[in-house]
């Protein structure tokens, strides 16, 4: 488990990230996302003891990543794909990695097939595309078969079915009991993928939650409602602290309850109903929804940029 209390991070008198504490569970592939300049890479490096924190904490199993007795074997993590040197093969690459953190050769070959790479293993890395380049972070990130992983932006360059396979891989070792943290600007790739969010903004934590509640809370989650007494039934939602728009087509959107507060007002007042569809937000509409104060670098169309 990842937990930060307070983590802090300064840069002069810039603050990157501001007090964040949240726990990130093994079990269930968490998503880390916030607008361009969130802090989320920088909360990331100091995890991994690669920036130190100006105040809080962040461990790993409880200890600083400093303090850990072997690294590799307990954290695994693809933050620059192509920070490599392109002169090795991906074998060499591996081995190179693998001697340093003490771990046995046939573990290279064994993550060389686990991310399709076995049958380039021998090319110069130089050549590699950026799919390339991010299976094969992906297959150091597992070298030492770590029961902690993060994973900043795995998907980029990757054609459709490497999307697929990536999203299988994590969702796969986190079913296996591992802590698996990913930060990405793809928002449907996300939903599809995480079962826990942790949002922030300008370096402060927005929501920490279950991804089904996160998108429950945006304004464009509602419930439709179709009755032959819509009018009444809107009055009596409305004072109950709903708020309905109503369409022309005489149906109701019904926002701040849920379809079964709905359904027990409708029946305790014997109003009809046919139909009570909740309509659920999508991932990267609650996300514009909720962080829409914390975008940091707005374009003049008024459109948000997302990573």
Do not use: C
């Amino acid at each position: 488990m990842i937990t930060a209390r307070d983590l802090t991070k300064r840069y002069g008198e810039t603050t990157a990230v501001r007090g964040l504490s949240f726990d990130v569970k093994p079990g269930v592939v968490t998503g880390f996302l916030g607008p361009n300049g969130a802090g989320k890479s920088t909360t990331m490096r100091m995890i991994l003891g690669l920036d130190a924190p100006s105040g809080g904490s962040v461990t790993v199993d409880g200890k600083a990543y400093r303090d850990l007795p072997a690294p590799m074997r307990e954290v695994g993590a693809l933050l620059d794909a192509k920070a490599v040197q392109g002169a090795r093969t991906a074998y060499r690459h591996l081995r190179w990695v693998a001697q340093a953190g003490g771990i046995p050769r046939k573990r290279v070959e064994e993550v060389l097939g686990t991310v399709g790479l076995s049958d380039v293993a021998g090319k110069k890395v130089g050549t590699f595309s950026l799919g390339m380049y991010q299976r094969l972070g992906i297959a150091t990130a597992l070298l030492g078969d770590p029961p902690t992983l993060l994973f900043d932006e795995p998907v980029n360059g990757l054609d459709p079915e490497g999307i697929h396979w990536i999203r299988t891989l994590m969702q796969d070792l986190a079913a296996e009991g591992r802590t698996v943290f990913v930060s990405s600007h793809l928002m449907n790739e996300m939903e599809e993928t995480a079962g826990h969010v942790i949002v922030i903004g300008r370096g402060e934590l927005i929501a920490d939650t279950p991804i089904t509640d996160f998108t429950r809370r945006s304004a464009r989650s509602h419930v439709h409602v179709v009755s032959p007494s819509a009018t009444e039934l809107a009055e009596t939602l409305e004072r109950a602290g709903a708020e309905v728009t109503k369409l022309d087509d005489g149906s109701l959107d019904v926002a701040g309850l849920d379809a079964p507060e709905i359904g027990d007002l409708a029946l305790e007042r014997r109003f009809g109903l046919h139909e009570l569809t909740p309509v659920r937000a999508s991932l990267e509409a609650a996300f514009m929804d909720l962080t829409r104060d914390s975008v940091r670098y707005r374009s003049h169309s008024g459109m948000d940029g997302l990573t």
